[in-house]
C-alpha cells in the first residue's frame, strides 16, 4: 500500500480536466526518490501531470506532495521472469491459429 499526502495550496488549477460528466480530475504522477527513502521516511514525491503541450514547452509540473510505502510490500514484489523456450520448440509448434 502507498499513502501520499499532497500540498493542497500549491495545485496548478488551471491543470484541473473537467470531465463531461461533470467531474474535475488532477492527474499526479508518482516519482521515486534517486537516494531511495529520505529523512522523513518517504519513497518518494508527487509531481502534478500539466499536460503534454507545457511538458513538450520545457515546463515542470509542480511538486506538491511526498509518498510512502505503508503496510504491504515494502518495496515493490519482483515478478520471476519466464525463460522462453528453446528454439526447437517454436519449431514443432502449429501456429496456424495465431490471429496475427
Known amino acids: 500500500m502507498i499513502a501520499t499526502s499532497i500540498n493542497v495550496t500549491k495545485i496548478d488549477k488551471s491543470a484541473i ?6 467531474g474535475k480530475y488532477l492527474a499526479l504522477t508518482l516519482m521515486e526518490n534517486k537516494n531511495g527513502t529520505d529523512q522523513y521516511g518517504n519513497d518518494g514525491y508527487v509531481v502534478q501531470d500539466i499536460g503534454k503541450a507545457r511538458r513538450e514547452a520545457g515546463e515542470r509540473g509542480p511538486i506538491i506532495g511526498n509518498w510512502k510505502h505503508v503496510g504491504g510490500f515494502t518495496k515493490r514484489p519482483t515478478v520471476p521472469q519466464q525463460q522462453a523456450p528453446a528454439k526447437s520448440d517454436w519449431d514443432t509448434e ?7
Open 17 to 22: 480536466k473537467e470531465h463531461k460528466s461533470g
Open 94 to 100: 502449429d501456429n496456424s491459429e495465431i490471429p496475427f
